[in-house]
């Protein structure tokens, strides 16, 4: 059984969707000899320059330019096509016997409009029409697209995996150091409208006394007209930050007191495990997939009036600080999503497809 798995977003390693294939690909990987004896032979669609990037016991079709013309390069017969995200370009696919897609979320159907919004959907469902099989990495997720589309296929529910934070204190320059105060409140994101970060910038006006690090994409036209607001507020306690590194990404987690994310729309919400890994308190919006994902021990917010959100980091934080082993009961809640369990799932999910296995969840 030859399993081909399209991971093209490797390219862009720094977003979501390149993220989780570049994990996912690397731990894939790493059972490859293993699948060889039970006759699954992996082999990886990768963008031009990327051939060997997940080692020598896998293969690699490499292509340049549209990756809708890939069916003229290379097919053969291809008994499962894994295509790791709902975005993919793919046009046709010829010779096939099985299609897995992973979906990870439907916000065009919140964030787009008019035409933009009919030409997602159509695309969408051209491609949820040619799949096989479907997975999705959360419950919300599964039952979001399922509310919205006529799905009918055989289907799992997959969390993804999160990289624990790593750096090294020599690699962090005093430069940037000098930039975060002692004592702050984290967010990261791609500072985009759906992250609601004018919420902590209003937050940062009740809490005069703490500070706000809010790292990430400031050039987009939303986070530009926040940092407008901050600048006409002459707010003092907030930190801008952007392209920061991973490793000062993990500097970040681990020296604040903890992080915070309004979030109106997530499929799954990495930053909080990413979090929750360091024993940080999470304070969460309870949209879409956050409650899922955060579970019990995080905190939520009700109302995203800021005056009350304020309220709750504030009772929340002393409930976190007089509470002995809270931190150590979120790091072992975070360890459950991690990337050897996700590969180990998706390698089932390949064995069961080979099977044939028709049933609504497999």
């Not at 006759?39 to 809708?68: A, C, M």
């Not at 709902?86 to 099985?98: A, D, E, L, T």
């Amino acid at each position: 059984m030859n399993v081909f798995i399209e991971v093209y977003t490797i390219k862009h390693p720094y977003v979501g969707v390149g993220e989780f294939c570049l994990n996912l690909g690397r731990h894939l990987a790493l059972r490859a000899k293993d699948l060889r004896t039970s006759g699954i032979q992996l082999v990886f669609i990768v963008p031009r320059g990327k051939e060997g990037i997940f080692g020598n016991d896998v293969s690699y079709i490499s292509f340049p330019g549209n990756i809708g013309g890939i069916e003229r390069l290379c097919f053969k017969s291809v008994d499962l096509l894994h295509l790791t995200h709902q975005y993919c370009k793919f046009i046709h696919f010829p010779r096939v016997k099985n299609t897995l897609l992973t979906i990870h979320d439907i916000n065009f159907i919140y964030e787009k409009r008019g035409a933009k919004l009919k030409r997602y959907t159509r695309k969408f469902e051209d491609l949820l029409q040619k799949a096989d099989y479907v997975n999705y990495i959360s419950k919300f997720a599964k039952q979001d697209t399922e509310s919205h589309f006529a799905v009918n296929k055989p289907s799992k529910v997959i969390y993804n995996g999160v990289s624990k934070q790593y750096y090294n204190e020599t690699n962090i320059s005093d430069d940037f150091k000098r930039l975060i105060p002692a004592s702050y409140f984290f967010h990261i994101s791609s500072l985009r409208p759906k992250k609601n970060i004018h919420l902590l910038i209003e937050m940062a006006s009740i809490l005069p006394e703490e500070t706000f690090v809010i790292a990430g994409d400031w050039n987009n036209c939303y986070a530009q007209a926040q940092q407008e607001i901050i600048k006409r507020k002459n707010l003092q306690n907030i930190v801008c930050l952007t392209n920061v590194s991973s490793e000062e990404k993990g500097w970040l987690y681990a020296h604040c007191k903890a992080f915070l994310f309004p979030s109106a729309c997530e499929g799954f919400g990495l930053p909080p495990v990413e979090a929750m890994q360091l024993g940080k308190p999470v304070f969460l919006s309870t949209f879409t997939s956050l409650p899922e994902i955060g579970g019990k021990l995080a905190f939520f917010w009700d109302n995203l009036d800021p005056h009350e959100m304020a309220q709750v980091v504030r009772e929340k934080m002393r409930l976190f600080s007089n509470t002995p082993g809270y931190a150590n009961a979120l790091q072992t809640y975070a360890s459950q999503f991690n990337w050897d369990t996700c590969a180990d799932s998706y390698i089932r999910y390949y064995k069961g497809i080979a099977l044939g296995s028709s049933s609504k969840e497999i």
